[in-house]
């Protein structure tokens, strides 16, 4: 298994600023994802964030809107730049052990844009 | 494309009651399948997996599902649900890439 912190636990930020997620494993792992969940609606894939290489995103999102950075195999930041109100979501960073194997989620990141 | 439907919105039951939470999928191959549940302001937390083996799984909290092939249906299920088994349930598989597709959630609520 794994444990994984993640900070802040929610913000209330200005529309047109930008917040950076922090998400930390307390074991080595390959891959980091990094996940949004809008209010109501299920889990979207950002990106996936590896080590000593880009981050590679999925349709729709971009990595100006979302630069990630992976400085080692324990750590990961998401940034939410230049925000506005629908950007407004949970924000969940997960680590996986394989693909027969779960995958393990943060507590999550509830930002509110006003 | 792999892909998993969760036909139910929500789902109320009595305490004490058996509880039964629906999924199917769509997959090439063989198919990994995951239960989560999300309980307010929090994570995802994992339930129990298919990989191959037995068709019933059983995992945490006293939680089990049923893979069918012939109905490519994975639903989730509690013999006697509690109050605090209230969540929001997540089923999910894995796709060609190693990615997880989740379904659209469906909202437990159970009332003493």
């Known amino acids: 298994s794994a444990v994984i912190s993640q900070k802040p636990s929610r913000d209330i930020c200005q529309r047109g600023t930008s917040l950076t997620i922090q998400c930390q494993v307390d074991?080595?792992?390959?891959?980091m994802f990094w996940y949004r969940q809008q209010p109501g609606q299920s889990l979207t894939l950002i990106a996936t964030a590896n080590q000593g290489s880009e981050a590679t995103y999925e349709s729709g999102f971009v990595i100006d809107k979302f630069p990630i950075s992976r400085p080692n195999l324990t750590f990961s930041t998401l940034t939410v730049s230049n925000m506005s109100p629908e950007d407004s979501s949970i924000y969940l960073c997960?680590?996986?052990?394989?693909?027969?194997?779960?995958?393990?989620f943060g507590q999550g990141t509830r930002l509110t844009v006003v | 494309a792999q892909s998993v439907a969760q036909p139910e919105d929500q789902v109320n039951v009595a305490e004490g009651n058996p509880l039964t939470v629906k999924c199917t999928y769509s997959v090439s191959g063989n198919p990994y399948l995951f239960w989560y549940v999300q309980y307010p302001n929090r994570g995802l937390q994992f339930l129990l997996k298919y990989i191959t083996g037995d068709n019933l799984v059983k995992g945490s909290y006293g939680f089990e599902a049923e893979f069918n092939k012939s109905q490519t249906s994975f639903h989730l299920k509690k013999p006697s649900a509690l109050v605090s088994d209230s969540a929001l349930y997540f089923c999910a598989v894995r796709d060609n890439w190693g990615k997880l597709q989740f379904g659209a959630g469906t909202q437990v609520v159970v009332t003493p």
């Open positions: 997960s680590v996986d052990v394989g693909q027969g194997g779960e995958a393990f």
């Open positions: 074991s080595q792992v390959t891959m």
